[in-house]
Nanobody
Framework: QVQLVESGGGLVQAGGSLRLSCVAS????????MGWYCQAPGKQRELVAA???????NYADSVKGRFTISRDNAKKTVYLQMNSLKPEDTAVYYC?????????????????WGQGTQVTVSS
C-alpha cells in the first residue's frame, strides 16, 4: 500500500516562509512526476509546482520567483520551499505523485495524493 505523507504546514505572517515535505512509502517501484497542488475554500484544486524525475520544474505564475520545488529521489521525498508568502497563498496543500507500485504480483502506474497540509498566511 502506497502512502504520501505531508508535513510542514502552519500559520505564518505575510512575508514569511514555510517548507513543505512529502514522503512516499510503500511497495513503490518507480516515481515519475511529483508535485504540489493547493485548494482554497470554495475553489478548485490547482497546480502550484511540479518536478520530473530528472529535475525539470514548472510553476504556477502566481508563485514563480517565490516558491521552489525540489526532490530527493533516494528518500522518495518532494519539498516545496515557500518564501515571501502572501495571504492569498492560504490553502490546503496536497502532494501528488505519479508512480508505479506492486498490486499483488502486478506493477501498476497511477496517481497518488497525500492527505493535505494547511497553510495559513496572516496579513
Amino acid at each position: 500500500q502506497v502512502q504520501l505523507v505531508e508535513s510542514g504546514g502552519g500559520l505564518v505572517q505575510a512575508g514569511g516562509s514555510l517548507r513543505l515535505s512529502c514522503v512516499a512509502s510503500g511497495s513503490i517501484v518507480s516515481i515519475n512526476d511529483m508535485g504540489w497542488y493547493c485548494q482554497a475554500p470554495g475553489k478548485q484544486r490547482e497546480l502550484v509546482a511540479a518536478i520530473t524525475s530528472g529535475g525539470s520544474t514548472n510553476y504556477a505564475d502566481s508563485v514563480k520567483g517565490r516558491f521552489t520545488i525540489s526532490r530527493d529521489n533516494a528518500k522518495k521525498t518532494v519539498y516545496l520551499q515557500m518564501n515571501s508568502l502572501k495571504p492569498e497563498d492560504t490553502a490546503v496543500y496536497y502532494c501528488n505523485a505519479h508512480l508505479s507500485a506492486y498490486a499483488g504480483s502486478d506493477v501498476r502506474w497511477r496517481d497518488y495524493w497525500g492527505q493535505g497540509t494547511q497553510v495559513t498566511v496572516s496579513s
